[in-house]
């Protein structure tokens, strides 16, 4: 999933909780398992960015996930 900067990450993160929830469905549905234990959250983002993407999480289930350390795009 790309997702374009902008000021609403309540927004983005919400889409990306959703998109795994659907992964999550779909997979169940053939009889598969999302291991959430080994399920990251990582963002790619400009410098310009990277303050702004700080302390991000998103809830997989039951639990919520921390970004990890922002992977800088030039």
Known sequence: ?????????????????GCIADIGTW???NMLKLNKDKTELIIFSC???VKKTEN???KVGSRYLNSTMPVIIK
């Open 27 to 29: 997979m169940i549905s």
């Open 1 to 17: 999933m790309t997702l374009k900067p902008c000021n609403k990450w309540d927004d983005i993160l919400s889409s990306i909780e």
């Open 56 to 58: 991000l999480c998103i």
């Open 47 to 49: 410098k310009q960015y």
